[in-house]
Each structure stands twice: as structure tokens, then as C-alpha cells.
């Protein structure tokens, strides 16, 4: 049972994670409605198996349950696109089609003002970008250059070695350099 | 600084202002997210005490229900003595107790009359 202080750290700690995770989320999956789902399970994982833990080990470990969600979510998607693959394209386009990856980038921001601006224009960009990398690399450019994890931290969440974490980095700037080409400010 | 640490710090603060510019429905969901995974913690834990308690008291309930239904079928010993019901039914009824009244009379009368000896 955890205490009313933890429960308000904790509160503290989602609040401060929640925005950056549905981002990811939504890059991971392409999908608005199953990056919430993901988010908020993530969150009642956290709470529930490592809320007694120290605070400072909540960063790592709540990256590490979506990473594995988001693993879990990309497993799921695949098994389900082979179950269906003799269904007749059109009606499953929706659930399976890989399509364009730029297109399933969850973009909440259209009509904002953000959008408008060339750094609405270079986020979006960029998102779509990131919305084209591997799996691996995307995971470990955004929480090593977006969430801050070090590179040991980032390890731990991604279950993998240092060197994977550095080696998938690299390549990760190096293609959405190349994705981005000329959006690139 | 490098030019690969440069390109992140870029990438940091686009996507930090892209989060920041969230959309309140978006942020909304998210704080209902947060609080029901809180609340979900209080819930289990509530849960769980029930998942205990539960059993224990179910398991009292039906030891009681087996005494009950056990002591009903046992077979009672006849009574010997009349109950208050009956008496008040005796007494009640004026022919009765003028009856018990001459009681002494119809015992001579059952023994035979002595003229009929």
C-alpha cells in the first residue's frame, strides 16, 4: 500500500513524464487512441510494481514498461497482419496497412498554431522522421536525446547492452539526418 | 560541440515545444490517465483485502447455514407436557372446563352403575 506522500511523488513524477510519453507513443504507434491506452498503462504498471522504489529509479523503469508495451503493441500488430493477410486489402487498410509512415504520425496539433510556424513545420517533420526509423533506434534516440537518459539508464529501459544503446544512437542520427534532408533548419 | 550533439539539442527542443503545445483534450485525457492509475493502486489494494477477507467470510457463512440445517433435521424427542397454546384452548372453552368439572361423575359412570351389577 503506498503512502499519501508517495502517491503525491508519484503523481508528481507521471505529471512531469505523461506529455513526452504520449509523444513517444504516438511516434511508436502512429495511433492517438492506443498511444493513451499504452501511456496510461505504463503508468498503472509503475504505480503498481516500482511505486515503493526510490524516486530516482522511476525515470528508467517507467521508460522501460513503454518500451516493452510498445514492443508488445508492434508484436501484436504483426501477429495480427499475418492472422488477416488473406482478408481482402481494403477492409483491413485501416487495422494492418503499413501504408505511408509519415502519414500514420499522430499529429494532435493540425489546426494549432505551432503547426503554422516553421517550427510547428520541422516538429512535424521531425516526428515523421522518427515515425520511419526502426523500432530500436527510434526508442533509443528519443530516450537518450529527448528524455535525457544516460546511456546506462537508457540500457536498463531498452533491456540491451551499452554498446547496442551507442551503436543504434549513432545510426539513428545518421538516418534522420538523411530523412530530413532540407527540412532540416 | 559535436555536430551530432548539436542535431539532438534541435531535435530536443522541437519536440519539447511539440509536447508543450499538446492540445488540451490530448493533456486532459492524460491527467485522467494519471489519476486513474493512481486510483487503480487504491482499488487493487482494496481488492486484494476483499480478495482475502471474502473467502474466510464466505466459508463462516456456510458453517453456519450447515448448524442450522443440521440442528433443523435432527428429530426432536416428544413432549411430554402440553404447551401454554393448549392450555389457553382448555380454558377458553366454557364446555371443557364444565366437563373437568364433573369429571368425578362420569368416572363412577364408566366403572358401571352398581344397580346394573
Known sequence: MIDAPRRQQLDRFLASVEKRALRMAQIGTGQTEEALDIVQEAMFRLVQRYGSHPPEQWRPLYYGILQNLLRDWHRRRRVRAKLFAWW?????????????PIEQVADCETAGPLAQTAAGEAARALKAALGRLPA??????????WEGLSVAETATAMGCSQGTVKTQYSRAIETLKTLLGEHWP | MKPEDRFAESAKRLLDQDAAAMDKAAAARLRRARLSALGRETTDAGSRLLRWRLPAALATAAAVLAIVVALSLRPSPPSLATGPVEDLELLAESDSLEFYEDLDFYAWLAEGRPDEG
Open chain 1, 136 to 145: 530500436r533506434q527510434q526508442q533509443t534516440f528519443l530516450l537518450r536525446a
Open chain 1, 88 to 100: 481482402p486489402r481494403n477492409t483491413m487498410r485501416q487495422e494492418t496497412s503499413d501504408g505511408d
